[in-house]
């Protein structure tokens, strides 16, 4: 070995020797959770290069240091006596152990007059989204996670050229992994039609931009600060239910007219900010109907200092008396998730969860199949829905509230995206949305606690490999 040789293998063994206890360190110090603290700690150690390599790419936390940076304003400190808005409008009491959680946990206000429209799958959200933009007359914000550029996607491409060039203040925001979905990429489709376009967080060589784990997941569309629509829905032929394509998607979206959506368009503003630097003019009030629900944005992600839609969620599911349904297609809750919907179950509430039976992405329904057994030990009803693959995403308690957005019951929706949900308050969509639950469950069939325990002893064993890894699924 010459000299060279020699002093090279002695830098690298230098610098590993160096980094890999850094990275456990810098574990040690900043995970929340014992166990995924040791994991990494673990990895780091004993593969001192690649792990800490790894740890960067998957496990640093950026959430402390990009959490003052993402937020174009600070919002007002979580309290916990009641917003003054929540308390005027008069609505039951029923709803008052609710509304102090989410006043203290969003910091928002809960907004009066949203008329809400249900959307289901891209046949009926489709128009109605392309005739709001094609409508427009001052602001079009969109912001989503995936959008195709197949003949779906082209035509909110075309719509949104057309707004541009009559004037109309129109920005879009891709997700940078999100986009990478499809080729070619809608943001250089967007820029050849001259519409402002970003991408959140791409990643990139130079410089350094390999955050691929945190994801703007949140899915907006916000026209003349008026009509706002969200769920779990990104554009594109996949969700065409109709459609002849083999990886058909269903789903649910909402259409938000009033003044909720002055709060997603300021959730649009912050995740533009962050992106480009551009700081946009607080949007203006949105105008309330006479009738309507009251409703609230709930934004959760790695630059919230607390786990805000997990918080909103348990708190949800202690109030509920009589029946509470999920609808979700990935379903790998924290811990405490799981223990309140046992807790909710054993209190009497009819505590119902629809999942797909064929999910798009197998491991994660591997890792969900390791945890049911126990969830229907303690009296929760587990459904599966046929194909094609359901992604939709509905959280009804009693009937009377409801949550709606993007979030999946997953750690990565929980802890890594950037998410949006949106609060209502009002009985008859909360009806609505539960009788949708109803038929969703009349065509699906009940999972029973015999069939997960005649698994075979290699499924059990890949479904448990498969829930060890789910904090990075």
């Known amino acids: 070995m010459d000299a060279a040789t020699a002093w090279l293998v002695a830098a690298v063994s230098l ?15 900043t995970k929340r959770e014992p166990q995924v603290a040791t994991a990494w700690i ?23 240091t990009r959490a003052r940076k993402l ?12 917003h003054p808005t929540s308390s005027s409008h008069g609505i039951g009491p029923e709803y008052a152990e609710q509304i102090r959680i989410s006043d203290a946990v969003t910091g928002r206000p809960l907004e009066p007059g949203n008329r809400i429209q249900v959307l289901s799958n891209g046949e009926e959200a489709y128009p109605v989204m392309l005739e709001a933009i094609e409508g427009a007359r001052e602001t079009v914000m969109l912001s989503t996670y995936i959008f195709e550029t197949n003949t779906s996607g082209r035509q909110f491409i075309d719509a949104l050229s057309a707004a541009h060039r009559r004037g109309v203040d129109v920005r879009v925001l891709i997700d940078g992994v999100g986009e990478y979905y499809t080729w070619p990429r809608p943001s250089t489709l967007l820029r050849r039609a001259g519409v402002p376009v970003a991408r959140f967080l791409p990643p990139r060589l130079i410089p350094p931009q390999l955050s691929i784990n945190l994801r703007n997941h949140r899915k907006i569309l916000v026209v003349d600060g008026q009509r706002a629509f969200t769920g779990g829905m990104n554009l594109g032929d996949s969700h065409l239910l109709q459609s002849q394509r083999s990886h058909r998607v269903a789903d649910v979206h909402f259409l938000f007219d009033g003044p909720l959506a002055q709060q997603m368009e300021a959730v649009f503003a912050e995740d533009w900010a962050f992106t480009t630097g551009d700081e ?21 992600g790695p630059n919230e200092d607390l786990d805000r839609l ?5 708190g949800a599911l202690s109030a509920a008396r009589e029946e509470i349904w999920l609808v979700t297609p990935y379903f790998l809750p924290m811990r405490p998730l799981i223990t309140s919907l046992e807790a909710a179950a054993l209190r009497g509430v009819e505590v119902k969860i629809l999942l797909p039976e064929r999910n798009n992405l197998p491991f994660v329904h591997w890792a969900t199949r390791h945890i049911l057994g126990e969830l229907l030990h303690w009296g929760v009803h587990l ?23 993007s979030a999946n019951m997953d750690p990565r ?46 499924e059990r064993l890949r479904d448990a490999l498969c829930w060890l890894a789910s904090p990075y699924l």
């Open 15 to 29: 610098l590993a020797a160096v980094v890999g206890p850094f990275a456990a360190g810098h574990a040690l110090l």
């Open 280 to 300: 946009r003019t607080p949007p203006k009030r949105a105008t309330p109907h006479d009738s309507g629900a009251l409703c609230r944005t709930i934004t959760d």
């Open 413 to 458: 929706s929980l802890r890594l995206n950037f998410e949006l949900n949106a609060e209502i308050y009002n009985r008859p969509i909360a009806e609505q949305l539960a009788l949708d639950c109803e038929l969703i469950r009349a065509r699906s069939r009940q999972l029973s606690s015999a069939e997960l325990g005649e698994r075979h002893p290699a």
């Open 310 to 314: 997990v918080m909103t969620l348990i």
């Open 383 to 405: 459904y599966y829905q046929p194909p094609p693959f359901a992604h939709t995403k509905l959280f009804v308690v009693d009937r009377r509230y409801a949550q709606v957005g």
């Open 42 to 64: 673990a990895v780091c150690l004993i593969f001192p290069a690649g792990g800490a390599l790894l740890y960067y790419l998957f496990g640093i936390n950026r959430v402390y």
């Open 71 to 82: 937020v174009a304003e600070e919002r007002l400190p979580p309290s916990l006596a009641p």
